[in-house]
């Protein structure tokens, strides 16, 4: 098993002036929910998540050697644009990935970076953004050591995600990704996500149609939310069951049995809002046009038995998940009673993706 310490690296065989490579990463959405962890960004269960393929954060990372300093050099650009709003987070990553980059208070780094989804969507662009940053820095480490395997750039990527936002490290490789040690999943880790790779053929293009019912800023931010699970009356029952699902799910995942996965998929949505509602403080985090698309949801499988089903983050935005042989009658159904309880009407189409993708290489 690997523990943090084989991600340091021992020497680097090159050395490399400048340069700059653009990568995306996409955001990813649970199926079975991370929800609660411990020190240094170890998960409380393992989770498992469809990796997006429209919804992704493009970042263009360019960098010049300097005399070493004390800290690290850095400016950061949203769109081009002066951001200084992101420097106490992207800071204290660089802190937390220092000792895993040796190489990062030896450079000037510019830090570029632009979302696909529309600005304040209450899409979560951490997970996203922290895989962008995670495989640009791997591209400059493997300029430092060619050697370096495939694996185990990936594998260290999304190590780092993690460090950034705990999710994140499920938006690297792979249609499908857990996260977290699993018995029942060989080479799961809680220190990087692993790619599930016996996905049914019924998964294939499996549809995610996300609902923005509220575009505002999140109301408790995730580490809040996370922190929320210590001393919560319920969690280790939850944690034992977010085992218990995802062994569930995976055997789903590999049989294509949509009509399980529509069950186990709402349960885990529901069970983790119900943690949020009944933590100390507590929440509730859906709005009243949340509980209309779920019911509405409801009806029209019923009455269609299409098997469309919706899971939630730590929000209010729906995503509705569907197979992609259904696309024509769920959009329409989706277009005709969703759309109304949207913010602006506004809905992303989007579908299980590949992961991370290097865009540019100078
Ligand atoms: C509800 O990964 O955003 O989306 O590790 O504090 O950055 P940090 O948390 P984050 O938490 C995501 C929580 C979730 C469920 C999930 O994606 O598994």
Redesign the pocket.
Known sequence: MLSPSDFIPKNYSKTVENGSFQWSAPS???LV???G?KEH?IPANP?I?FTLKNCKTITNLSFSKIEKTDNFSFDLLFEGKPKEAFRPKIQKFLERVEVYLPFLKDYHFTIDTQNTFPHSSGI?S??SGMAALAVNFMSLEKELNPEMTKDYFNQKASFLARL?????C?SIKGEVVIWGNHQQTENSSDLFGIEFSELHPNFKNYQDTILLVDKGEKQVS??L??DLMNGHPYAEKRFEQAHHNLSEIKSILTKGDVVEFVKLVESEALT?HSMMMTSMPYFILMKPNTLEIINKIWRFRQETAIQVCFTL??GANVHVLYPANVCEEVLQFIKNELVVHCQNEQYICDEIGKGAQLIMDN
Do not use: E, F, P
């Open positions: 990813n959405i649970a929910k991370y929800w962890k960004q989770s998540s979560a951490s997970a950034g936002s705990g999710s994140a499920r995730s580490t939310g996370h983790l983050d730590a």
